[in-house]
């Protein structure tokens, strides 16, 4: 176990536990606030995340910051990452045994920021994360209490820019995020 986030991003960067570490240019390990009482954790990094190490800086990211900034929510007070901490080839969905092998990083994380909200980032996160058989189309903005954590899923950003009719809905779910947020303000 790490001592703390620091130390495991260096166990991550020295990972080999999958093919991935093979093709990464940079492990995109996480970013934000280290006592977020909010975490984000989407499914893997993109091409940009690659290339910078940060999480959610392309497109996805922009348009996960405006949806932040439309509810009051600042970026630097949250905590932001992935299940897999190195790219697949060509942003192709993260396979089993890659999840498997980059999990135990993720609960670290959990373990050491001890957010209070987790915030799966679109389906596969919330199946990784929530229920084997989770239906974000239909389960989106559902809240669940997990060991601890109180979870929700909302889309994806990037299925957003897939599909922007779904963004009045991402809206709803992050007002109400920000509604929970501030109930434990007071």
């Given at each position: 176990?790490?001592?703390n ?9 020295s ?7 093979k093709t ?7 970013v ?9 954790v989407?499914e ?16 996805a990211?922009?348009l996960?910051?405006k949806?932040l ?11 932001i990452?992935?299940?897999?901490k ?16 980059c999990i135990?990083?993720?609960r670290e994380q ?5 957010p209070?909200?987790?915030v ?5 996160a ?17 809240w ?5 954590y ?7 950003p990037a ?7 779904k ?13 929970k ?6």
């Amino acid at each position: 176990m790490a001592q703390n986030l620091e130390e495991l991003k260096k166990i991550c960067e020295s990972c080999e536990g999958c093919e991935l570490a093979k093709t990464r240019t940079k492990c995109v390990f996480g970013v934000g606030n280290e006592k977020a009482r909010l975490m984000f954790v989407g499914e893997a990094p993109g091409e940009q995340e690659d290339l910078t190490g940060t999480p959610f800086v392309g497109r996805a990211g922009q348009l996960l910051d405006k949806f932040l900034f439309a509810v009051g929510i600042e970026r630097e007070d949250v905590y932001i990452a992935n299940i897999l901490k190195c790219r697949p080839p060509k942003n192709r969905d993260p396979l089993p045994a890659e999840e498997d092998a980059c999990i135990g990083h993720l609960r670290e994380q959990v373990r050491l920021i001890r957010p209070r909200i987790i915030v799966c980032l679109g389906r596969i996160a919330a199946m990784r994360l929530i229920d084997p058989e989770y239906k974000i189309t239909k389960q989106h903005g559902e809240w669940v209490e997990r060991g601890g954590y109180l979870m929700t899923a909302v889309y994806h950003p990037a299925a957003l820019l897939r599909d922007p009719r779904k963004k009045e809905e991402m809206l709803a779910d992050m007002k109400k995020l920000k509604a929970k947020l501030d109930e434990y303000d007071n």
